[in-house]
């Protein structure tokens, strides 16, 4: 039973191809997250819903879309590829933080993805 | 905008050594402020958090206290274990963003037996 799950875990591709992660939480939260951590560890917010609405879009190149089909998944799907997107995403979910910001967040496994 | 930084690693101690790992931050109003821990090959974990100054967080034998007046969230720890050697991450959430974190660049904490 765990709380947020990633699916796959590693995806291994080339250039220029399109891909998709998929997440899903079973806590009953109502925001989900979209984080990028690099080669050095550095994680920064890519994207977040609230109960399937867009709340922040982080300046992130409009090759990645997410989608949210109902609050427990949240999606990542990856225009033509680049070299750069080597990365490992993780997706994360809390309860509602709209203005807050005390919520604890929760996060998945991670997906490695090497562009080659 | 808003930051985190935090002590530069790898931090290599011995069991039953004490730990700090610094964590300073730049923040408009008064922040939440969070230490995750990430084990390898793992996702993040809340490792404890404090939402308002003057708050003293604490897990698993971890402590941080919330302090505004040098605008600290410094991790502490008695007595390491061969167990802690992973990736610590302080980050802070604040008022009307959201619920997004920001992290700091993390430290690697390796405890030697």
């Known amino acids: 039973d765990t709380a947020v799950s990633q699916t796959p875990k590693y995806l291994v591709t080339q250039m220029g191809n399109d891909k998709s992660i998929k997440c899903e939480q079973n806590l009953g939260h109502d925001t989900m997250y979209w984080y990028k951590q690099d080669s050095k560890k550095f994680l920064k917010i890519m994207f977040s819903y609230n109960n399937k609405e867009l709340i922040i879009n982080e300046t992130v190149p409009n090759r990645f879309s997410p989608k949210s089909p109902d609050k427990a998944h949240l999606n990542l799907h990856i225009n033509s590829l680049e070299l750069g997107d080597s990365a490992v995403y993780f997706c994360?979910?809390?309860?509602?933080?709209?203005?807050?910001?005390?919520?604890?967040?929760?996060f998945g496994p991670g997906t490695r993805l090497l562009v080659l | 905008g808003d930051s985190v930084t935090q002590m530069e690693g790898p931090v290599t101690l011995s069991e039953e050594a004490f730990l700090t790992i610094n964590c300073t931050y730049t923040?408009?109003?008064?922040?939440?402020l969070f230490w995750y821990v990430q084990y390898p090959g793992e996702g993040l974990q809340l490792l404890l958090k404090?939402?308002?100054?003057?708050d003293k967080g604490s897990n698993k034998g971890f402590e941080a206290t919330y302090r505004k007046e040098t605008t600290s969230f410094h991790l502490e720890k008695g007595s390491v274990q061969v167990s802690d050697s992973a990736v610590y991450f302080c980050?802070?959430?604040?008022?009307?963003?959201?619920?997004?974190?920001?992290f700091g660049q993390g430290t690697e904490l390796s405890v030697k037996p």
């Open positions: 404090a939402t308002k100054a003057d």
């Open positions: 994360a979910s809390s309860h509602s933080t709209l203005w807050g910001g005390r919520e604890t967040q929760y």
């Open positions: 923040a408009t109003g008064y922040p939440s």
């Open positions: 980050a802070l959430s604040a008022y009307n963003q959201g619920g997004k974190l920001i």
